[in-house]
């Protein structure tokens, strides 16, 4: 009988145990959906002492090892815990992640190598005769383990058939230390080949590098930021080498937890509602402009944001162009903390009624804004995936983008002709073209109403669900591995 495809997915966080951004969700969704598609699935993450004790009590002590990392010899312990179905693996060593957050130490460079050689190290002491197929690591944290298991362990027999595929979530952040780090921590100072491959230059190495060089497949989170990350402009100095193995190089773009996120049973809401009865929308609408202070009007667009409020977001386009957006009739409500919190409070003084902003991290309110809104606006200056202009879209709130990454792949623009779309887009990174799309979503709004609102159905229907992801990942895998099985679960 074939053997069923069997999956270790590491990462530096994943919810509901740790998460500081997207990859604590992605890390926290797809392998259920991964299981559902066919797989077998190890999750394996750092034992942070943040884990909260909910969690950490449940966890059972399934074996320990040493891993070696230049004249050191460490522990880790392996702990168990079962939850939906997966399997997690927390990997266990006081010394590194008995710290108040996940990153941002002085060792982080020997902190992550650790973790990356001791997933490589584990694939060996796996519970209940799991035989790894596919290793996938994500972003810089495990960018070593593809290193560590081609230098140290090719050969074994186990790791024989041990393909590993590296997700980037966001290639801005590389994993890049002093090269003293390859004789002091990583023990490959003496293999001429792999420093080589990890230095990006005279002083310097780059795990994120390596992992490129290393991996039998690199994926990112969109189609379109996959071609992105291949030019200068995006790339961040990694794009010569992702030209140069864009042969294995694909994106596939994330899903978002279609449960959670949800119009119809949603309790935060004001009213519930759904693409066959959306009159609950209208509740929600006024309900939010009076908590935010704006003027409760139907016949007012109202365009929200849900944000860092970061360069990367577009706030200098935002910035530039709300004198026009709000005295043109449109209120304004930011949600968000950043940078330009200053300038967003400018905004607010200057026009009461119109404009509102909350500087503040707000789960509750974000999805009383996602429902009450009309309009969500994400200009990103460049956008791996996003998931804001998704939610948004489930929750029949129209996304006014710019066309990069993922949100290039995510929201269809309105066709005035054949009234197909499930938003509004601009191409280039420019505050007047950003307005001008603000007021062709407003027109529409205003001048017809029938248009709009098949728009709005057309983006509450869209597939977001992880199902679709773990189908294109499923693929993938399968191409590595030919001769193992996939074994969906019933729906
Ligand atoms: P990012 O680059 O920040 O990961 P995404 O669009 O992928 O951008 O995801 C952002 C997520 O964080 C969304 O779920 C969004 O609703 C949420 N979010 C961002 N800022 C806030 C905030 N101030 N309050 C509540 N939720 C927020």
Known sequence: MAKKMQVVFASAEAAPFVKTGGLGDVAGSLPKALKKAGADVIVMVPKYSTIPDYYTQQMQHVGEFYVSLGWRNEYCGLERLDLDGITYLFLDNEHYFARSYPYGFFDDGERFAFFSKAVTESLQHLPDGFQCDILHCNDWHTALSPVFLREFYQGLPLYERVKTVFSIHNIAFQGQFSDTILNDVLGLAHIPNAARQLRCDSSSINYMLGALNYTDAITTVSPTYAGEIQTPEYGEHLDGVLRRRNNILSGILNGIDTVEWDPSTDYQLTENYSVDNMEGKAACKAALQQELGLEVRSDRPLMVMVTRLTRQKGMDLVTYALDRILSGGVQVAILGTGDYEDSMNYFANKYPGSMAVRLTFDSALSRRMYSGADMFLMPSLFEPCGLSQIIAMRYGTLPIVRETGGLKDT???????????????????????????????????????????????????????????????????????????VMPEPE
């Open 411 to 485: 929201v269809i623009p309105y066709n005035q002709f054949t009234g197909e779309g499930t938003g509004f887009s601009f191409a280039h990174f420019n505050g007047d073209e950003m307005g001008d799309a603000v007021f062709r979503a407003a027109r529409l709004f205003w001048d017809d109403r029938d248009s709009w609102n098949e728009l709005v159905k057309h983006a509450m229907t869209q597939d977001f669900t992880w199902k679709r992801s773990a189908d294109a990942y499923i693929d993938l895998y399968r191409s590595l591995h030919p001769d193992v099985e």
